[in-house]
C-alpha cells in the first residue's frame, strides 16, 4: 500500500484477481470466488481476520447531533445502541467464528462463545487466537492448518454480535484472508442489514483436494442456529456464555 493510500482512506487500489501484480483479492457478488490451490496458497496457516469501525455517516450524525444536545441535555442520559470510540470504532462486540466438517465426519465450531477455541496442530486444525471486545486495530484471528488440507472437508466463517444488539448496519466490517502465500483476500460486510444478529461471510470447501473460498455474505436474524440450519451442518446448540474479560 502506498504512503497516500493512508492519507485517503477508501481509495488504496483495488485489483481483479486475474492480475499478476495483484496484492489483494476481492471477493464480490460478480467475482465470488477463488482457489487457493491456483493461487498457491494452500498450505501453511491461513490467517483470517474480522475488523470493524464506525460507518462515516455515522460519525457525521454524531458531529449532526451535538448541537441537539446543547438544546436538550437530557438525551445525554438516553443509552445508544451504538456508542463510538475517539478512533471512530464501534462500541459492539463482533465476534468471529467458524462451522468445520471433516473428512472423517466430525463437526463442530471454533467460537468465542462457550470458549471453543480450536486447535491448530490437532482435529479441527482451526485456532482462534483470541477473543477482542471492542474492534481494535488487530480485530479477531483465526488461523487454520492448511497442511492437514485433506483432513477439512468444508469451512463456514461467520460473524456474529454476542450482546444482540443489531448493529451491522452501523458498522462497517471486513474479513480479510492472508495466506501463507500470494495475495490476500478481503471481503468487506457492505449490506445494509439492520435486525440482522448474524452473517455467513465465507465458505471453504474442499473438492478433490482443491480448496475453494465462495463469498457468502449471507445475513440471518438469529444466530449459530440459523447458520446451522441454512447450511446444513446439523448440530445441536444451546445457550452459551464467555468468560468474563
Known amino acids: 500500500m502506498a504512503f ?9 487500489a483495488r485489483y481483479d484477481f486475474g492480475s499478476a501484480t495483484a496484492n489483494a483479492i476481492d471477493l464480490t457478488k460478480r467475482r465470488p470466488s477463488v482457489s487457493l490451490a491456483k493461487q498457491g496458497a ?7 481476520n474480522l475488523s470493524w469501525r464506525m460507518r462515516t455517516s455515522d460519525l457525521e450524525g454524531r ?6 444536545l ?16 475517539t478512533q471512530g ?5 463482533l465476534d468471529l467464528g467458524c462451522l468445520y ?6 463437526k463442530g465450531v471454533v ?6 477455541f480450536g486447535d491448530l496442530n490437532a482435529a479441527p486444525y482451526v485456532k482462534l487466537s483470541g477473543d477482542d471486545r471492542f474492534g481494535g486495530s488487530s480485530g479477531e484471528t483465526i488461523f487454520v492448518n492448511l497442511d492437514h ?5 468444508r469451512l463456514l466463517f461467520f460473524a456474529y454480535i454476542y450482546d444482540q444488539t443489531p448493529a451491522f448496519d452501523r458498522t462497517h466490517a471486513t474479513v480479510t484472508l492472508y495466506p501463507s502465500s500470494g495475495p490476500r483476500i478481503e471481503i468487506d460486510l457492505d449490506e445494509r442489514a439492520p435486525q440482522a444478529r448474524s452473517c455467513a461471510v465465507f465458505s471453504v470447501d474442499n473438492t478433490k483436494g482443491e480448496l475453494t473460498v465462495r463469498r457468502e455474505v449471507r445475513f440471518v436474524y438469529g444466530f449459530q442456529a440459523e447458520l446451522d440450519r441454512l447450511y446444513g451442518w446439523g448440530l445441536q446448540w444451546g445457550r452459551g456464555y464467555k468468560t468474563k474479560a
Open 149 to 153: 488440507k485433506d483432513e477439512i472437508k
Open 70 to 85: 446543547l438544546r436538550h441535555p437530557s438525551r445525554l442520559f438516553k443509552p445508544e445502541v451504538v456508542q463510538a470510540h
Open 111 to 116: 467460537q468465542p462463545l462457550g470458549d471453543f
Open 4 to 12: 497516500w493510500d493512508n492519507l485517503f482512506p477508501g481509495r488504496a
Open 63 to 68: 458531529t449532526r447531533q451535538s448541537g441537539q
Open 42 to 48: 494452500d498450505t501453511g496457516n491461513l490467517r483470517v
Open 89 to 93: 470504532v464501534v462500541n459492539v462486540d
Open 101 to 106: 466438517e471433516l473428512t472423517d465426519g466430525s
